[in-house]
Nanobody, 114 residues
């Protein structure tokens, strides 16, 4: 499985960004996809995750601001990020869960200026 993330960038506080993650390869093995993030000096943390049947879960700090969705036909997961805060600044990583193995994409930088 290969994951191609896009959509990061620089935005002012209160603004919005949308991240995309397209999966290719053995996509039939994927059972869930999601986003994690890692800020300098911090551990990687869950941002949002969505299963094949549409169940979602979010990190506490992004609930009610971020929305994860998926387009199964395009094998793509999206992360809509609204009301961004400077503390959302991090490298965002796409992750795909399969049975017994996880796949990570290259990170995309999100920077929120105050």
């Amino acid at each position: 499985v290969q994951l191609q993330a896009s959509g990061g960038g620089l935005v002012q506080a209160g603004g919005s960004l949308r991240l995309s993650c397209a999966a290719s390869g053995s996509i039939f093995s994927i059972i869930a996809m999601g986003w994690f993030r890692q800020a300098p000096g911090n551990q990687r943390e869950l941002v949002a995750r969505i299963t094949n049947d549409g169940r979602t879960n979010y990190g506490n700090s992004v609930k009610d601001r971020f929305t994860i969705s998926r387009d199964n036909a395009q094998n793509t997961v999206y992360l809509e990020m609204n009301r961004l805060k400077p503390e959302d600044t991090a490298v965002y990583f796409c992750k795909a869960d399969a049975v017994g193995v996880n796949y990570w994409g290259k990170g995309t930088q999100v920077t929120v200026s105050s």
